[in-house]
């Protein structure tokens, strides 16, 4: 890795210090700015054609039905070559983004069609993660990842700022289709970039069955304490935190702060702004404890969206959010680095697509939410997740102490 050792003396912005990154930053930052326009936009889309509430979060949900196939995807991570694998991935992205700019051009959108698209893509785009964060591992030593992960959060932070108020905006002004049209240039700028990314050798033996390597990748994962209470917080976080400000936010937004979509834009954004403050502090800070951050972030972020989830203020709830953000970054970084820095090389891949199954979560946190929001109401709903998060967050640190002591 001739790039890292330049990477670790540049302060700041030390990752960029490596070719590689240098290509896999700007493709990743155009790639997640795509992501976040498609999920507003359809999202809002979806919600006024349906005026559903139980549809708009099952919708939301289907972003996340591949999270399933993510260990398969992280098995292949370690045998083949990542670099074709992402670039093959974000070619699929662009196929489907281009399916549905035609139909908004043409006029013949309907939610069926939405919900197929949003199924296809959502098999895939749970593994992206899985790829670009074994890419990453791939180029830096442990010394040097804790700051190539905090850029690199930067990118899906920066996302949820630019993708969603440039999605709203679009959307409200021109229509889905001309929308859309912006989401194929990004993806295109991003696969045009993402040749550039070095491409290690895979860390594993091809010849090796890959249902044996998959085996091999659960039982390394439970058998090593750290990375299996991480799993655990994950999916915790997954199903009682993230589908708050994923999915069920288009539901806030429009049903209790009375907000058109680009109110739901500003406050994407506003949680966005957080959790790009919390990326920029954790790429310069480098800490020596990243499990105990990891539990100590979120227990903060429980407290804070129980505060949002009582308000019906819609300016106190902006104001909120971007703590919110901030304090979700801090965790969830702090979970990576403790992630990629306890696996060993030859089981990152599979480690991170276990990983994703914790995302699993997040789909079925959104279902249950948008049920009993239509029996509870929005505000028990979100203080029932909140209590049961802070709850069962108590219970992990303790049943693996482990994490508190790294």
């Known amino acids: 890795m001739p790039d890292t050792a330049r990477a670790e003396g540049r302060g700041f912005l030390a990752a960029f210090g490596s070719r590689s990154y240098r290509f896999q930053w700007p493709a990743d930052l155009l790639s997640s700015w795509a992501f976040e326009m498609e999920t507003l936009i359809l999202n809002w889309f979806v919600l006024v054609a349906t005026d559903s509430v139980l549809m708009t979060a099952a919708f939301s949900a289907l972003a996340f039905g591949g999270t399933l196939l ?14 074709t694998m992402l670039i093959t991935m974000r070619l699929t992205y662009l196929a489907l983004a281009a399916t549905v700019m035609t139909l908004g051009l043409t006029g013949n959108v309907e939610p069926w069609q939405l919900f197929a698209i949003a199924a296809v893509s959502g098999l895939l785009r749970p593994s992206d993660l899985v790829v670009r964060h074994s890419l990453i591992a791939d180029t830096f030593t442990a010394a040097a990842l804790p700051n190539a992960m905090g850029l690199s959060r930067i990118t899906m932070d920066s996302a949820r700022i630019a993708g969603s108020l440039l999605g709203a905006g679009l959307l ?11 989401v194929v240039g990004f993806y295109v700028v991003s696969i045009a970039l993402a040749t550039g990314i070095a491409a290690p050798r895979p860390a594993v033996r091809t010849d090796a069955h890959p249902w044996q390597d998959l085996r091999l990748g659960f039982r390394y994962v ?73 539990v100590i972030a979120t227990l903060a972020w429980y407290v804070l969206l129980m505060g949002f989830g009582l308000t019906r203020d819609p300016s106190l709830g902006m104001g909120l959010i971007v703590f919110i953000g901030a304090a979700q970054s801090f965790s969830m970084i702090s979970m990576s680095v403790l992630l990629l820095t306890t696996a060993h090389e030859a089981f990152r891949g599979r480690v991170s697509g276990v990983r994703m199954l914790a995302v699993y979560g997040l789909p079925l946190g959104l279902i249950i939410g948008g049920a009993l929001i239509e029996l509870l109401g929005t505000h028990v709903t979100f203080t029932l997740f909140t209590l049961t998060g802070i709850a069962c967050t108590v219970l992990i640190a303790f049943r693996w102490r482990v994490l508190i002591e790294s």
């Open 70 to 83: 993510s260990p398969f995807f992280g098995v292949l991570a370690d045998r083949i070559d990542r670099k």
């Open 172 to 182: 409200s002004t021109v229509g889905i289709g001309v929308a859309y049209g912006a």
């Open 222 to 294: 439970f058998e090593t304490p750290t990375i299996l209470g991480i799993m655990s917080l994950a999916f915790l976080v997954n199903l009682t935190a993230f589908p708050i400000t994923h999915g069920l936010l288009t539901i806030v937004a429009r049903n209790v702060f009375g907000l058109d979509e680009n109110g739901l834009a500003r406050l994407v954004a506003s949680y966005a702004v957080g959790a790009l403050i919390g990326s920029l502090i954790l790429a310069a800070y480098k800490g020596s404890r990243p499990g105990r951050a990891t």
